[in-house]
C-alpha cells in the first residue's frame, strides 16, 4: 500500500496500517477511515505519512508497502525512531529500513 504524505492526504481515505507516533503509541488503528478531525490530530502529533488503502484487496499490516514517494518515507521513518535510534539494535533497524528505502530509489 502507498505511503501519503500528511498533506495529501484526504477525509475518507483508508489507513492500510496502523499509525504510531514516535514512541510507538497506536494513534489510528488499521482500516480506519480518515476524517478531517482525525487528520489534523495526526498533524498536530506531527506525523509525516500515512499508508493508504487504495482497494482491490483487504488492508494486511503483512503487506510491504510501495514506496512510491522515497522522501517521504524516509521522513516517516525518521519519525518513528526520533527517539529510538540511540540504542545500537534500533539504529541497526534504521539503517537496514534507510538503506532499503535508498535502494529503491535507484530502480
Do not use: C, W, Y
Not at 31 to 45: H, Q, S, V
Not at 75 to 99: C, G, I, Q, W, Y
Amino acid at each position: 500500500m502507498p505511503l501519503f504524505p500528511l498533506d495529501k492526504v484526504t477525509p475518507g481515505m483508508k489507513t492500510a496500517a496502523p499509525v504510531l507516533d514516535s514512541g510507538g503509541m497506536l494513534l489510528v488503528r488499521e482500516g480506519a477511515e480518515l476524517t478531517p478531525e482525525l487528520i489534523e490530530r495526526l498533524r498536530n502529533r506531527k506525523v509525516p505519512a500515512v499508508d493508504i488503502f487504495l482497494g482491490g484487496s483487504q488492508p494486511s499490516s503483512g503487506t510491504p508497502l510501495a514506496v512510491t514517494d522515497p522522501d517521504a518515507a524516509q521522513a516517516a521513518l525518521a519519525h518513528a525512531f526520533e527517539k529510538a535510534n540511540a540504542h545500537p539494535v534500533m539504529k541497526a533497524l534504521f539503517d537496514a529500513a534507510s538503506e532499503r528505502i535508498r535502494a529503491g530509489r535507484k530502480k
